[in-house]
């Protein structure tokens, strides 16, 4: 199940199969709690704005299992899907402070990645995925892990993954 919402505006469809010149090039950024965020943010914040693209945001709420705890769980649900919100809102900031443009906000409910390739098989102005890698010795992270393993194939987009230990000035000279 998924239940997507656009904040802070309304989602429109300006593509065309007849017309593909009329699409704008779409960076995708999924956006959790994880330090690397930041920087794919920033990535593809910058490469919309040199390349007259635009950033969608998308923040996955997991479903809370409620048993016979409901409204526990719906509590927990709620308050999951306003964090969502919030952290999408203020990242939308930052993205709007460095492309110049608002970002599309898209919160959606259910498995991370199930929702992920749903979104991009959905939305055909979603070019590039914008991913950041993990800092330190765990490895990428899982989303990178997920996507670059036995799933590469699966999507119809590429996948960039930004190194999340770059700085600012990094990123700029990059992007």
């Known amino acids: 199940m998924h239940v997507e919402v656009p904040l802070g505006g309304v989602r429109t469809e300006a593509a ?8 704008r090039r779409t960076f995708l950024v999924v956006v959790d709690d994880s330090p690397e965020l930041h920087a794919a943010a920033r990535f593809a914040a ?6 007259g693209g635009r950033v969608a945001l998308l923040s996955v709420v997991q479903p809370v299992e409620g048993g016979h705890w409901m409204f526990v769980g719906n509590l927990m649900q709620e308050e999951a899907r306003e964090d969502a919100e919030r952290r999408l809102q ?5 993205v709007h402070a460095t492309s110049g443009h608002r970002p599309e906000l898209i919160v959606r409910e259910g498995s991370l990645r199930e929702e992920l390739f749903s979104l991009i098989e959905e939305d055909e102005d979603i070019s590039v995925l914008v991913l950041g890698a993990a800092v330190g010795g765990e490895g990428p992270g899982p989303l990178v892990q997920a996507l670059t393993g036995k799933n590469a194939g699966k999507l119809r987009i590429p996948v960039t993954i930004v190194p999340g230990n770059l700085t600012e000035t990094e990123i700029d000279a990059l992007s």
Do not use: E, G, V
């Open 90 to 94: 203020q990242l939308a900031a930052t």
């Open 46 to 51: 910058r490469r919309a704005a040199r390349t």
């Open 16 to 23: 065309s199969l007849s017309r593909p010149d009329t699409r």
